[in-house]
């Protein structure tokens, strides 16, 4: 199975999704003379072109598609071939109306948008493999395709469907994942409302009811729906292999959590050739920066440190937020050479030539409706000469400094209903510890929860569980093991509450950590919006929490080092410490942000060794390092210059708003 693009063949990828049916053929003379001003070297083709490609069924019209496929490959310009089959073309649907997915409310949704697939489809399914085939036969082989990019962004808008053809399907799925009645109704706890199953036909989607339905049955039902999509991913890629064999198949991911939530992407990674990437900045009153550095980061991680592509993101504005502001000047580069410090083989976009209709045609490209005259294409040929200089850094691996958990089946988990707090928000926990530690300089390697046996303390000091409802048991031998080998662990609360099927781990909260944090909790005491509690350790530091309080009992050993001074659990510990073996486990009880999160965190980098870089706050040092030397990338996101001590210590600026690369021959 190839692994990814080959590294001596091919430059940096720099590009986007290019969509030449939507324009007239004069045009793309113009695109391909413009890409190779701009020094594009890949581009995404297709992958909203069935009804072009097919426009009757079984009616085949490639000759448009060799033509720009040739265009493009005497220009030197590799393709990214996409199947197409995110949008069945309208005559599909006309002949089958029930491969339209199906809400939980039982309303079929309609066409003349976009991924309006019910991926258990067998018409569906029939259908995507035959005109994966027909493009992998014609150009399986073709020396210009370098890349194959099955469908687009598994996952949006729409991934469940509640159809009947899905709840025949589901019932396969739980007889092959319970074999027997009785442990399916074990897992479910179905004793609970009395929601016993007698029969496998009794067993139904989680279509809309009265009130909350039972959470294992949702949790399954996603999985069954994730399962679903990645099967339909797999048969392309099979199929692609077979026809176009040594070029890799890839899927672009929607890791950052910002962005997506129904796709367990620790799953479908196993399943790619290649890891690749969509980002976005989100205008949430975060720094969008680091949220970008975050879904880099858990790229990368995905990739299992091995380098990935981001396959889109944007040259300035998107079109689909409430407000879209455009990129200040020079931000482009930033991001792009954010996600190439982080590992990416390049930066490609969404998308090349702005479209004229349709219901993307406010989003920025790579060219313009202005053209070339533009603030944007300057900025874009800018960037594509970078790149070019950087080619050699292909195959470089960035150097992460601490570990975090991340898990989607958890975030899942804790989405659903009636929690002891509404406000309970895995992702803002992730978004918050991950920005403490951005602040420090520090780069995070992400690791599922069931992958933390291997975990070495000498290469992760530190490890970061910033919320982990639900939590297989085996994390607390994990852990231990991590710990006492002499990590530092750090835990916030709300973590290791559950099993997989949202079944409380027994005999004291939190259940599956219990051991390695030394401490019991024996009860919740979530705040009211608006209530806030101090904490205050025994220096006298003071910190103000929100959202969360608990009732701590430590155990032997477990140290506590600060105790919430008021509120409903005043004298109880918030923030404590166990020294275990060579390394300490440290417990959070309740919720703190900005400046309170980064002292506890420096609290815990002190405690792993980890002295962070002394620079500005917004300004990113990331290395990677590999055979052709190692790669030192600054990005200065504030408006003043910085100076970076280098490691034979000299100090080299970096101006405002800039990104330098050092590079230091091996
Ligand atoms: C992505 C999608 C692209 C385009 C882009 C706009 O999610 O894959 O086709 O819609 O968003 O930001």
Same mark, same amino acid.
């Given at each position: 199975?190839?692994?990814?693009?080959?590294?001596?063949?091919?430059?940096?990828?720099?590009?986007?999704?290019?969509?030449?049916?939507?324009?007239?053929?004069?045009?793309?003379?113009?695109?391909?003379?413009?890409?190779?001003?701009?020094?594009?070297?890949?581009?995404?083709? /297709?992958?909203?072109?069935?009804?072009?490609?097919?426009?009757?069924?079984?009616? &085949?019209?490639?000759?448009?598609?060799?033509?720009?496929?040739?265009?493009?490959?005497?220009?030197?310009?590799?393709?990214?071939?996409?199947?197409?089959?995110?949008?069945?073309? $309208?005559?599909?649907?006309?002949?089958?109306?029930?491969?339209?997915?199906?809400?939980?409310?039982?309303?079929?949704?309609?066409?003349?948008?976009?991924?309006?697939?019910?991926?258990?489809?067998?018409?569906?399914?029939?259908? $995507?493999?035959?005109?994966?085939?027909?493009?992998?036969?014609?150009?399986?082989?073709?020396?210009?395709?370098?890349?194959?990019?099955?469908?687009?962004?598994?996952?949006?808008?729409?991934?469940? %469907?509640? %159809?009947?053809? %899905?709840?025949?399907?589901?019932?396969?799925?739980?007889?092959?994942?319970?074999?027997?009645? !009785?442990?399916?109704?074990?897992?479910?706890?179905?004793?609970? +409302?009395?929601?016993?199953?007698?029969?496998?036909?009794?067993?139904?989607?989680?279509?809309?009811?009265?009130?909350?339905?039972?959470p294992?049955?949702q949790l399954?039902?996603q999985?069954?729906?994730?399962?679903?999509?990645?099967?339909?991913?797999?048969?392309?890629?099979?199929?692609?292999?077979?026809?176009?064999?040594?070029?890799?198949?890839?899927?672009?991911?929607?890791a950052a959590p910002s962005q997506c939530q129904s796709i367990d992407y620790w799953?479908?990674?196993?399943?790619?050739?290649?890891?690749?990437?969509?980002?976005?900045?989100?205008?949430d /009153?975060r720094?969008?920066?680091?949220n970008?550095?975050l879904?880099?980061?858990l790229?990368?991680?995905?990739?299992?440190?091995?380098? +990935?592509?981001?396959?889109?993101?944007?040259?300035?504005?998107?079109?689909?937020?409430?407000?879209?502001?455009?990129?200040?000047?020079?931000?482009?580069?930033?991001?792009?050479?954010?996600?190439?410090?982080?590992?990416?083989?390049?930066?490609?976009?969404?998308?090349?030539?702005?479209?004229?209709?349709?219901? #993307?045609?406010?989003?920025?490209?790579?060219?313009?409706?202005?053209?070339?005259?533009?603030?944007?294409?300057?900025?874009?040929?800018?960037?594509?000469?970078?790149?070019?200089?950087?080619?050699?850094?292909?195959?470089?691996?960035?150097?992460?400094?601490?570990?975090m958990v991340w898990s989607w089946e958890s975030w899942w988990a804790q989405s659903l209903e009636w929690r002891p707090s509404a406000d309970l928000d895995a992702r803002e926990r992730l978004d918050s510890f991950y920005e403490a530690?951005?602040?420090?300089?520090?780069?995070v390697?992400f690791f599922a929860p069931?992958?933390?046996?291997?975990?070495?303390?000498?290469?992760?000091?530190?490890?970061v569980v910033p919320q982990l409802y639900s939590a297989?048991?085996?994390v607390?031998?994990?852990?231990?093991?991590? *710990?006492?080998?002499?990590?530092?662990?750090l835990v916030s609360f709300f973590s290791g509450i559950v099993?997989e099927?949202d079944?409380?781990?027994?005999?004291?909260?939190p259940?599956a950590l219990?051991?390695?944090?030394?401490?019991?909790? #024996?009860?919740f005491?979530p705040?009211?919006?608006?209530?806030?509690?101090?904490?205050?350790?025994?220096?006298?530091?003071?910190?103000?929490?929100?959202l969360w309080?608990? &009732?701590?009992?430590?155990?032997? !050993?477990?140290?506590?080092?600060? *105790?919430?001074?008021?509120?409903?659990?005043?004298?109880?510990?918030?923030?404590?410490?166990?020294?275990?073996?060579?390394?300490?486990?440290?417990?959070l009880?309740t919720r703190l942000t900005?400046?309170?999160l $980064?002292?506890?965190?420096?609290?815990?980098?002190?405690?792993?060794?980890?002295?962070?870089?002394?620079?500005?706050?917004?300004?990113?040092?990331?290395?990677?390092?590999?055979?052709?030397?190692?790669?030192?990338?600054?990005?200065?996101?504030?408006?003043?210059?910085?100076?970076?001590?280098?490691?034979?210590?000299?100090?080299?600026?970096?101006?405002?708003?800039?990104?330098?690369?050092?590079?230091?021959?091996?």
């Open positions: 199975m190839p692994s990814a693009i080959p590294h001596d063949r091919l430059p940096l990828a720099f590009g986007g999704d290019y969509n030449p049916e939507q324009w007239p053929q004069e045009v793309w003379e113009e695109d391909v003379r413009l890409m190779r001003e701009a020094g594009v070297t890949l581009v995404s083709l /297709g992958i909203f072109a069935w009804a072009r490609i097919e426009p009757r069924p079984g009616e &085949y019209d490639f000759e448009w598609l060799d033509r720009i496929i040739g265009m493009l490959h005497e220009a030197g310009i590799n393709v990214d071939l996409a199947t197409p089959t995110v949008v069945p073309p $309208a005559w599909f649907y006309r002949a089958h109306p029930e491969a339209l997915p199906v809400t939980r409310e039982g309303v079929r949704m309609g066409f003349g948008s976009r991924g309006a697939i019910c991926h258990s489809n067998p018409h569906y399914r029939a259908a $995507a493999a035959e005109i994966t085939s027909r493009l992998g036969e014609r150009y399986g082989r073709h020396p210009a395709v370098v890349l194959w990019h099955v469908h687009n962004e598994y996952g949006a808008p729409v991934l469940t %469907c509640y %159809c009947d053809t %899905c709840e025949v399907a589901f019932r396969g799925w739980l007889q092959d994942r319970y074999g027997t009645l !009785g442990a399916l109704n074990q897992a479910w706890g179905t004793a609970f +409302w009395g929601q016993l199953y007698g029969d496998w036909e009794e067993i139904g989607v989680p279509r809309a009811t009265p009130t909350v339905v039972n294992a049955q399954d039902f999985r069954f729906a994730d399962g679903q999509a990645r099967a339909n991913f797999t048969a392309e890629r099979d199929i692609l292999h077979h026809l176009s064999p040594g070029v890799p198949v890839t899927t672009n991911f929607m799953a479908w990674a196993r399943e790619v050739d290649l890891v690749t990437n969509d980002h976005y900045l989100i205008t /009153g720094r969008t920066h680091v970008l550095a879904a880099a980061d790229t990368r991680s995905l990739a299992g440190g091995d380098p +990935w592509l981001l396959l889109e993101h944007s040259p300035s504005g998107v079109n689909w937020q409430p407000h879209n502001p455009a990129k200040e000047p020079g931000q482009m580069a930033r991001n792009s050479l954010g996600h190439v410090a982080r590992g990416s083989e390049g930066a490609m976009f969404f998308q090349w030539r702005q479209s004229r209709s349709g219901a #993307e045609k406010f989003h920025s490209s790579m060219l313009p409706h202005g053209g070339t005259g533009t603030r944007v294409w300057r900025e874009v040929v800018e960037l594509g000469g970078r790149l070019a200089d950087l080619t050699d850094l292909r195959g470089t691996r960035t150097r992460a400094d601490v570990a530690l951005y602040d420090r300089h520090l780069t390697d069931d992958a933390l046996s291997a975990l070495d303390p000498a290469r992760y000091p530190l490890l297989p048991a085996s607390t031998a994990d852990l231990e093991r991590y *710990v006492s080998r002499g990590g530092t662990l099993d099927h079944t409380v781990h027994l005999g004291a909260y259940g219990r051991d390695v944090l030394g401490l019991t909790v #024996e009860e005491d705040l009211l919006p608006g209530e806030s509690v101090t904490l205050r350790t025994a220096q006298g530091d003071v910190y103000t929490a929100d309080s608990e &009732y701590v009992v430590p155990g032997d !050993g477990c140290e506590t080092v600060a *105790v919430f001074a008021d509120g409903r659990t005043a004298g109880r510990p918030a923030l404590t410490r166990r020294a275990l073996g060579d390394g300490a486990a440290w417990y009880a900005g400046g309170d $980064a002292a506890v965190v420096d609290l815990a980098l002190a405690d792993a060794g980890i002295t962070p870089a002394d620079l500005p706050r917004d300004v990113e040092l990331v290395v990677r390092e590999g055979e052709s030397g190692t790669y030192r990338f600054a990005v200065n996101h504030t408006d003043a210059e910085v100076k970076v001590v280098l490691p034979d210590g000299s100090r080299a600026a970096v101006a405002a708003g800039a990104v330098e690369v050092f590079r230091e021959p091996r």
